[in-house]
């Protein structure tokens, strides 16, 4: 069936890097895509998100990127801070359902 | 404005045991969904309820099942425990039955021996 899926499962990086993380997606139909960060033990908290009319959004420090001819959606966080650590997840809601369809899940370790 | 809350933290359960989670909706917000959350996976949709009636559901048996009260707090209830039950329990409300918007709450870390 479809599914929304990540390419890495774990990504490393130091602080005051730029992070990167990436989703892809095969539900055609998906129209609304949202990235979720969750910390241990805490419940996924709302970080930007995006429409399939748009292929960029920027908020604070984050850019969400979506390429619609490849079914792929991308995070990126700017000077990555320690407090970025945590499990980031991207969602679609395909086909005019206000459910998110959750991926799997990108663990982001922020070295100090 | 109160956020989403979540009860009990922890739970541990017996297998063929029947278990109640609740929770809580942010304020002005009347409707909830429920989430299974599987070790090293993403959220998955059990249920939501919209002023007391059930939205819609996911791909999950009959013996999930749930409530939402007149304050739209709800209950999530699962029969006749499964070891796969074990998981972590999301809640979200939102502001209406056809909102993107979702808040999650801590959860509920169910396991089931």
């Known amino acids: 069936g479809e599914s929304v899926g990540l390419h890495l499962p774990t990504l490393s990086v130091q602080e005051g890097d730029n992070s990167i993380i990436n989703c892809a997606y095969s539900?055609?139909?998906?129209?609304?895509f949202i990235w979720y960060k969750q910390e241990s033990g805490k419940g996924p908290q709302f970080i930007i998100d995006?429409?399939?009319?748009?292929d960029k959004r920027q908020g604070q420090r984050v850019t969400v990127l979506l390429n619609k001819t490849v079914k792929h959606l991308s995070l990126q966080i700017a000077a990555t801070q320690p407090g970025d650590s945590a499990v980031y997840f991207c969602?679609?809601?395909?086909?005019?359902?206000?459910?998110?369809?959750f991926g799997r899940g990108t663990s982001l370790i922020v070295h100090p | 404005e109160t956020g989403v809350t979540q009860s009990p933290t922890h739970l541990i359960k017996t297998r063929g045991q029947q278990v109640t989670l609740r929770c809580s909706s942010q304020?002005?917000?009347?409707?909830v969904s429920w989430y299974q959350q599987a070790l090293g996976q993403g959220p998955q949709f059990i249920f939501q309820?919209?002023?007391?009636?059930?939205?819609g559901r996911g791909n999950f048996p009959p013996r999930f099942s749930g409530l939402q009260f007149p304050n739209y707090s709800s209950e999530l209830n699962v029969n006749a425990l499964e070891l796969d039950d074990s998981a972590l329990y999301l809640c979200?409300?939102?502001?209406?039955?056809?909102?993107?918007?979702?808040?999650f709450g801590p959860g509920t870390r169910l396991t089931v021996t």
């Open positions: 304020s002005g917000h009347n409707t």
């Open positions: 539900n055609s139909a998906s129209d609304y």
């Open positions: 995006i429409r399939s009319n748009m």
């Open positions: 309820y919209y002023r007391e009636e059930e939205n």
């Open positions: 969602a679609e809601n395909g086909g005019g359902s206000y459910i998110p369809t």
């Open positions: 979200a409300s939102s502001p209406t039955g056809n909102s993107y918007e979702q808040y």
